[in-house]
């Protein structure tokens, strides 16, 4: 039987700007988030961090969108 944890579907969410780029990858059960920051010069940080209870709209707020998966999974893993 699979683990419960690998049964989430996780959200991805990016915003752009003129600093530079931040995408998303959110577990909406457990609230948590993987983020990762790509400066216009410099080299991309990647955190974690909790969300409130109202994360959707408080990504929405601050300009983020939806995003593919993909993207996330590249930079993650250094391969853009």
């Known amino acids: 039987m699979a683990k419960v944890s690998s049964n989430i579907v996780h959200l991805y ?8 780029k931040s995408l998303l990858k959110v577990n909406p059960i457990h609230r948590t988030a ?3 920051v790509i400066p216009v010069e410099g080299e991309p940080e ?3 961090t909790e969300l ?11 300009g983020y969108e939806g995003c ?3 993207e996330f999974n ?3 893993n250094g391969l853009v």
């Open 34 to 36: 993987i983020e990762i």
């Open 46 to 48: 990647s955190n974690e």
């Open 13 to 20: 969410y990016k915003k752009e700007d003129q600093e530079g």
């Open 74 to 76: 590249l930079y993650l």
């Open 68 to 70: 593919n998966p993909l």
């Open 52 to 62: 409130p209870a109202d994360f959707e709209a408080i990504l929405a707020k601050e």
